[in-house]
């Protein structure tokens, strides 16, 4: 690689890595530059989630010490993405991606339509208490959400993000936090199946990485730290939704 190309790999990580800390689809700017850079698509797939690994993971530590919640009360929620994460890696090996991508487009439109419904009431300042049926009733929602996190790492961050915000009722900044830690768990079956089949090319991976990580500690800091945080998180997030939305469509 020359040197223009290292630097075109760490400036993608890092616009990637701040919007899958704040919102999600930062994959986006990673896959396409990897595709670009010469790696097949197999190998690109799987390049991709070196970055995903450490920027979910610094971006959820970085949140989780700025608030006040603690992680051992939202395990409960992790759990079923995971399990969700490792049915959807083998559903896989068996659904045409070209009907899937149509149907979670659809579903992107639709909950575009929610998000723009519920515009005003995302920017609670504290976690709005739910009732224990609503808190259980959550785990199918977040099952599914990981069966579509393990087949295709696309918008996975902004179903995540959406299900603690409005079914949760949860902050921008906790949501951000839980999102984060929920996406690195479920990003390590398929991190793990790639390198035994060796698709990652690990150079190229790591200088993605080194942006995406430091792009996940700045958006962090951003939204623990600034009063407009929300309300600049909740723009994208509803851009984000529709841009993927378009690409899954392939609209754009």
């Known amino acids: 690689m020359e040197t223009w190309q290292y630097i075109l790999a760490i400036a993608a990580g890092f616009v990637a ?3 899958n800390t704040l919102a999600g689809s930062g994959s986006l700017f990673t896959l396409p530059l990897l595709l670009f850079l010469g790696l097949p698509a197999n190998l690109a797939n799987g390049t ?3 970055g995903i690994l450490t920027q979910t993971l610094v971006g959820a530590i ?4 700025k608030g006040t919640y603690k992680i051992g009360k939202d395990f409960y929620y992790i759990i ?3 399990i969700g994460s490792a049915l959807g890696a ?3 090996t068996t659904t045409p991606e070209s009907i899937l991508k149509i149907t979670i487009g659809s579903a992107m439109l639709f909950l575009l339509v929610v998000l723009l419904i519920n515009y005003t009431s995302l920017l609670r300042e504290v976690d709005a208490p739910i009732s224990t049926l609503k808190k259980y009733s959550a785990s199918p929602l977040l099952f599914i959400i990981g069966i579509y996190g393990g087949f295709i790492q696309l918008g996975v961050g902004i179903f995540t993000l ?4 409005l079914v949760l009722n949860l902050t921008f900044m906790h949501a951000n936090a839980l999102k984060n830690i929920m996406n690195f768990f479920l990003t390590i079956p ?3 199946i790639f390198a035994y089949n060796d698709q990652i090319n690990w150079k190229l991976g790591c200088v993605i990485a080194i942006g995406q990580t430091i792009g996940a500690w700045v958006a962090a800091r951003y939204a623990s730290e600034s009063k407009n945080a929300s ?3 909740r723009r994208l997030l509803v851009v984000m939704t529709l841009v993927t939305a378009l690409k899954l469509f392939e609209i754009i």
């Open 17 to 19: 890595g701040i919007i």
């Open 190 to 192: 398929a991190f793990l």
């Open 62 to 65: 970085t949140l989780y010490k």
């Open 48 to 50: 991709n989630r070196v």
């Open 80 to 82: 079923p993405t995971v």
């Open 162 to 165: 959406a299900a603690l915000l």
């Open 90 to 92: 083998y559903i896989a």
């Open 231 to 233: 309300i600049w998180i």
